[in-house]
């Protein structure tokens, strides 16, 4: 299919970014004090990573707007603020006020990143197979969410980077395996539109998690005290 | 029972609910008044509770307790205002309380509002400690007294946010169109100060609102992420009002408008520039003007011609009216001999010459005459005017006592004249052959006339060689006499009326080779006559210039136009007994042929005076300066 191979056209192109980013022997500005591989600063890498996360979370919300324009009716749009109980409280304990942010680690920001990075990842693959089989769903929308799990991915690509730069660690492996989906969504909704409608609310939820996150950690990068002190 | 209503009542609440959560104030301004009439309806159904109900169902609509609006200003916290509604006992305060509930991991239970304001009524203040994003709240309104919920309202704090308006609005002038009338500035603002941009807790998109001062309608930008906007195409006779909102990317809900502030630049002026411009102009038209002027007094002659032409009055081509006023009879005729068209004076010179006129076509179907007839060329006196093709009738007793008449028919007939004008050149030919002989011819006389052979005598050969026929002698009727009289009177009457006339000719050509021809060209102008008509009198046309005596003293009218001769009307007889020396000579006119010559009989000649073959003899006669019209000539004069 032309979409999937516009797609590995596009990861191509996203995989020689991050190799870009991760270092390579073509274009070099930085060069460590080894000069055995070239390697982008940390700086750089997080705007990349910054980046990333601002296109996905401004993307997303575009996508949840078209949806909800083309699907959901009006009443429910209003229950739909009634909960976050569309999205079920997160996997693990993520802060959620500015002062929890301040007081966490930047591993325990990386980290966080990426286990919603690797957490949405499956879901968006479902979430666009689910649109596809939509009658009359506009192109725009297919396109803006197959382009969001494709910079998701990078995304994943370029926070592990990080966390190996930063943090120095190994890679991280995401410890709940489980299906994400029935945690995701109250039981019931069955209806499709309603979880399709769901997924995409939640999904604009933790990039905005990821955006903030990633602008926190660079915050700390260049200005520690304002950032991580209130 | 209860629980019926009790559920019954909650969905209804639940519906209330739903339209407090509604985004935008508007809607729920609407839905909030359906869901105050539905729940006042339940309340009216609820029997069991609160006492403060009162049982009647009041007209007057009740108002419950409800939340106004949830707000967040920097997503750090938030407040909560309420309304106590219509019921007077729960506007004490502390009669209502607010608890509200996280749907964290770790979920609490409900908790009251950390901080009632205590400056601000019915507020409900939750501290950083209380606001967590990406979570959903709910706050209740309860009765403090009683086990109720007035209202509940669910959000999560980043969908309440309407952040602070920017700071620090100023702007800065770009550039003014070289007209002057427009110009771009540039806007400035800074981040509220409230919201944490730094750090990236909030990222803020501005709008930029501008109108011209006290309009009614504001203009839109793009939302601009950054911290600077250019605005474009302001005029600079107006004043401009700008202000600037921001709001949370990825959310709708816009923080209060900042302060206006005021734009108005000046025009720039540009006198500098419009007074050399001025000054150019006025030189420039001054200059115009004045070679104007000069132009015009310079050329003003032709400038006279050019715009007011002169009126072309009508005139003949080549000649001069002038000529024909003054009578200058001797330049006209100059004029006319060189156009070949028309040479009279010989005639004038040649009082003695006497021609015959012939009609060559029959045209008057009175008369029939024989050709002797047409030979003699019976004239008569008295024209019609108004027969163009000149026919006149040939017999017409009424033209013959009026001279006058017919002066007046020749002067109509005037430009008629085939040699004087050029129009019509058709129309000499016909009436060259059509003309019968024109003066008017009196009856008896012509018949007199018919009945007789008619025999021409050569009386004279002009030096030329053309031949001059003289009426044969044996011919002269009784009626001569009479004729001599009239034609006296007439020579009297025509010279009377030689400054009146314009030329009417009669000519005859004679022709040596085609033996005689003539051309009738013109009607003659006849004095008044009877005995015009009488046979030895036609009337002749003396053509210029051949000042050739007369021999036989004749003497023709003249009508002069202007008191020269310039037509002679000879009378073939005219003096025909006394002047006409005694006839030596004649020639019989055999007959006339289809070229309108006469054909003679040379044998018959036998004066010797008159040289009788000067027909024969006589070389041809191309030329017009004899003063003699040939056919030839006329064919090429008529087309």
Redesign the interface.
Known sequence: MKNTKVLQGCLGLLFCSIHGLLGSALDCPDRDAGGTRCSISVEKLLDRA?QHA?LI??VS?EARTLFEQMFIPF?FH??Q?????LCT??IF??P??????QQISDKWLLHSVLILIQFWIDPLVELQASLDRYDNAPSDLLNKTKWMSTKLMNLEQGVLVLIRKMLEEGSLELHNNESVTPYLLPTDMVEHVLRDYAMLSCF??DA??M??F???L??RQT?RP??SIL | MNNNHSTFRKIYLYVCVLQEQAKTMERKDSLSLLCVLVCVWTQATYTQGSTQVPEDFTPEPIVLPHFTSCRSREQETFRCWWSTGSLANLSEPGALAVFFHQNNLMPIGWQECPDYTATVENECYFNKSFTHIWTSYCVQLRATSQNITYDEYCFTVENIVHPDPPVGLNWTLLNVSRSGINFDILVRWAPPPSADVQTGWMSLKYEVHYRVRNASHWDKLELESGSQQSIYGLQTDKEYEVRIRCKMSAFDNFGDFSESVFVQVAPIPTKVSVFPMALLLVFGVVGMLFLLVLIIFSQQQRLMVILLPPVPAPKIKGIDPELLKKGKMDQLNSLLSSQHMYNHDTYREDPWVEFIQLDLDDACEKNENSDTQRLLGLTRPGLKGDDDSGRASCYDPDFLPDTEGLLAAHSEMEERHPLVSESSPSTPSPELAETPFFPVQSQPVSQSWINMDFYAQVSDVTPAGAVVLSPGQQNDTPSKNPVDKTKKEEEEAGKEEEHEKKMKLQLLVVDPDRGYSHEVIARQVESSGAPFCSAPEIAYHTLPPEPAEEPHGWHGEYLAPDGEAQMAYFLPEAPPASMLPPVSDYTVVQEVDDQRSLLLNPSARQSPACPPNPIKHLPSMPAVPVGYLTPELLENLSP
């Open positions: 910054i601002e979370y401004r919300e009443s209003a229950q603020s009634h909960g976050g109980h409280s997160n304990p993520i959620t006020s500015k002062s929890e942010v604009k939820k905005h998690k955006e903030t990633l602008k926190f660079k915050c200005n304002s950032c």
